[in-house]
């Protein structure tokens, strides 16, 4: 099955500057990344997806990069804020079919400090 | 569009007792999935769920575990004779793709 390593765990950033998340999967066969914002307490929100057939996409301050060949994904945050504190996780689908499991991340705790 | 929807938002349970956990999904939505989330960890798939058929449970535990999704109401997780390891936040999600909604979750707490 698929196996997705997420790093770091924790980061630490000054507010203003850009942090990077990184993920790798292992599955090939995988065409579907997304990435999920949590905060203490709540739900996962879907900040961010991209598809294998692209290899960027940005939404305003957020970007990720996929390496199909790699088999690594990438979110940026730049020009971060105290509100984008919180654990993010990234995602892979096993790609079967139109609709099927997650398999996430162990999750980044992001900081950002004054 | 109420979202995905779960109740109880907490749940008590003394070892050994049933936990029924419901989510209904979005309007529209055929396609449901459960996740466990332990303190400090990620989300592990549980599963996968359309109307009235278990597509996936390969991340339900083999005991004590029951997933269902009857053509009329929410979908139901239940965990019988609860342990304290069960402790958890369980999450819901629909979908009718692939980009999911996930509802605010059942926190359960054993003890």
């Known amino acids: 099955g698929e196996n997705v390593e997420q790093h770091p765990s924790t980061l630490s950033v000054q507010e203003g500057d850009s942090a990077v998340i990184k993920c790798t999967y292992s599955?090939?066969?995988?065409?579907?990344f997304p990435w999920y914002k949590q905060e203490l307490g709540k739900r996962p929100q879907l900040i961010i997806d991209?598809?294998?057939?692209?290899g960027e996409k940005k939404d305003q301050r957020i970007a990720v990069t996929l390496n199909k060949t790699a088999k690594h994904f990438s979110l940026h945050i730049t020009e971060t804020q105290p509100e984008d504190s919180a654990v993010y996780f990234c995602a892979a689908s096993d790609g079967t079919g139109t609709a099927s499991k997650l398999t996430f991340g162990t999750g980044t705790r992001l900081q950002v400090t004054l | 569009n109420a979202g995905v929807m779960q109740n109880p938002r907490h749940l008590v349970r003394r070892r050994g007792q049933e936990a029924r956990l419901r989510c209904s999904p979005m309007k529209g939505h055929s396609h449901v999935y459960w996740y466990r989330q332990l303190p400090e960890e990620g989300l592990k798939f549980m599963v996968y769920?359309?109307?009235?058929?278990?597509?996936?449970e390969s991340g339900m535990p083999k005991e004590r575990f029951s997933a269902e999704f009857p053509k009329e109401g929410p979908s139901i997780l239940r965990i019988q004779q609860v342990v304290r390891g069960d402790s958890a936040a369980y999450f819901c999600?629909?979908?009718?793709?692939?980009?999911?909604?996930f509802g605010s979750g059942t926190r359960l707490t054993v003890v």
């Open positions: 999600a629909s979908s009718p793709s692939k980009g999911y909604t």
């Open positions: 769920l359309q109307k009235e058929n278990i597509i996936d």
């Open positions: 991209i598809r294998s057939n692209v």
């Open positions: 599955d090939s066969a995988s065409n579907y």
